[in-house]
């Protein structure tokens, strides 16, 4: 199927929702973006942008929007899955009667399932009840607003059914955009969970004051605990090595387009978990799944000390600079283990 007979359903208004599908209409797609907003979706077809999230980017004739799902579901061939993790199993069961026999389904959603501990795709499967080929996810360092200016970048298209990676890899690709095929889900997965988490962690230090020795040490030692934990679940470590974990984490850890980096940001500077959050607009990801993603360590066996201490800040209560001082002052080991 080329890209000019594809049917998208993009299931979330947000930045990235709306970034993701201007891609694809911009390939070829007819895309159909659902808003919880009446008003929004009403704003989006008569001004033709997104003046919520992505102000002043025009959307192609090709992409429309309405705030009935099963008016958008219809006919999908990907239904493209756009909102936070935490909600989207809530999400999911209210959509699910509208899916199509055969639709692609994809994540867009970089998290682990509070309580559950589950990967998006693993939330997926265990809602809808469709075999795990038919689930997709779309990780890399894909900062919203850069990918809507057309501002070139690659990204990661990863799924079990090599068939439907390919589909969505040619719904994708524009001259902005160039997607790579990947079968490891899980390490696709992980990595853009755990790099949320590493954001905020470089994001405070930013906001202590400290340099780029610091924060490369940050982003390189979180690497290794994301490689870590992927590899104890399943991953192929090759893949942190890749778009959707080292290009990610240094996007996210990096750029102050970056909603983590940013809460981390502001953590560092001596505000509170609530001032910081306040002063978001849209969803810090990374703030809940560090709990889960610490949870699911802890079961597996895994040290994620970076990720650890995040939780001590966000929800114990610690300031960054203790858990700064905890990290540096850890028994020293090989940086590598056998």
Excluded at 40 to 65: F, K, Q
Excluded at 74 to 80: M, Q, R
Excluded at 172 to 196: H, I
Excluded at 316 to 321: D, M
Aim: charged letters at 20%; proline letters at 4%; a negative charge.
């Amino acid at each position: 199927m080329s890209a000019d007979a594809v049917r998208a359903a993009v299931l979330g208004a947000g930045s990235w929702g709306t970034a993701y599908g201007k891609v694809l209409a911009d390939a070829g797609c007819e895309v159909k973006v659902w808003a919880r907003r009446p008003e929004l979706a009403e704003s989006l077809n008569a001004t033709r942008e997104n003046g919520d999230y992505l102000p002043g980017v025009r959307l192609p004739d090709r992409l429309t929007a309405t705030a009935d799902h099963e008016e958008a579901l219809s006919g999908a061939d990907l239904v493209i899955l756009a909102v936070p993790s935490q909600s989207l199993r809530a999400n999911l069961e209210h959509w699910v009667d509208a899916l199509g026999d055969d639709s692609t389904l994809v994540s867009l959603a970089k998290g682990v399932e509070l309580g559950t501990h589950k990967r998006m795709t693993e939330v997926i499967v265990e809602v809808t009840g469709v075999p795990a080929g038919r689930v997709a996810v779309v990780s890399g360092p894909n900062l919203a607003k850069e990918i809507a200016s057309e501002q070139p970048a690659a990204t990661v298209v990863a799924s079990t059914d090599t068939a439907r990676a390919e589909l969505l890899q040619r719904a994708s690709t524009t001259w902005y955009l160039r997607p790579y095929t990947n079968s490891d889900v899980v390490g696709c997965e992980l990595g853009g969970a755990v790099k949320n988490v590493i954001a905020l962690a470089a994001g405070m230090a930013e906001g202590m004051g400290f340099g780029d020795n610091t924060k490369a040490s940050l982003i390189t030692r979180g690497l290794a605990e994301t490689a870590r934990l992927g590899v104890a679940l399943g991953a192929d470590p090759l893949t942190f090595a890749g778009l959707a974990g080292l290009g990610d984490l240094v996007a996210t850890c990096t750029s102050p387009l970056s909603r983590n980096r940013t809460l981390g940001e502001r953590l560092g500077r001596g505000e509170t978990l609530e001032q910081a959050v306040a002063h978001t607009k849209q969803t810090a990801e990374g703030v809940k799944s560090c709990l889960s993603i610490s949870e699911l360590a802890a079961a597996a066996g895994v040290e994620m000390p970076i990720t650890e201490q995040v939780v001590q800040v966000c929800h114990e209560g610690i300031a960054p600079a203790v858990a700064m001082k905890y990290l540096m002052r850890r028994e020293p080991k090989p940086e590598r283990r056998s």
